[in-house]
Nanobody, 121 residues
Framework: QVQLVESGGGLVQAGGSLRLSCALS????????MAWYRQAPGKEREFVAG????????IYAASVKGRFTISRDNAKNTVYLQMNSLKPEDTAIYYC??????????????WGQGTQVTVSS
């Protein structure tokens, strides 16, 4: 059974930084593309960033490009999201999943609990 566990969220002031982590279990992480998503109150879940299984390809939503960086450590079965220059509009619950299609909000597996990111102005 595949499990996704996100961590690292918190409350930060605008302009600050956070690093999120996501651990995947139940399938071979090293050969699995991964992505981060977020869902703000009253809005649909949206794609944030994705990374190919080898780390050679990354893709970002326009709203976070240049501020967020996705990376992975295959030895630790973990994908990261470094978030810099945070804005209040980045406030959301952040999730990771295996993307079904790059750039869409569809994940392959049951969503984890996510991690809350709150950016104060």
């Amino acid at each position: 059974q595949v499990q996704l566990v996100e961590s690292g969220g918190g409350l930060v002031q605008a302009g600050g930084s956070l690093r999120l982590s996501c651990a995947l279990s139940g399938r071979t992480f090293s050969y699995t593309d991964m992505a981060w998503y977020r869902q703000a109150p009253g809005k649909e879940r949206e794609f944030v960033a994705g990374i190919s299984w080898g780390g050679g390809k990354t893709i970002y939503a326009a709203s976070v490009k240049g501020r967020f960086t996705i990376s992975r450590d295959n030895a630790k079965n973990t994908v990261y999201l470094q978030m810099n220059s945070l804005k209040p509009e980045d406030t959301a619950i952040y999730y990771c999943n295996v993307p079904t299609r790059w750039g869409t909000n569809e994940g392959k597996y049951t969503w984890g609990q996510g991690t809350q990111v709150t950016v104060s102005s």
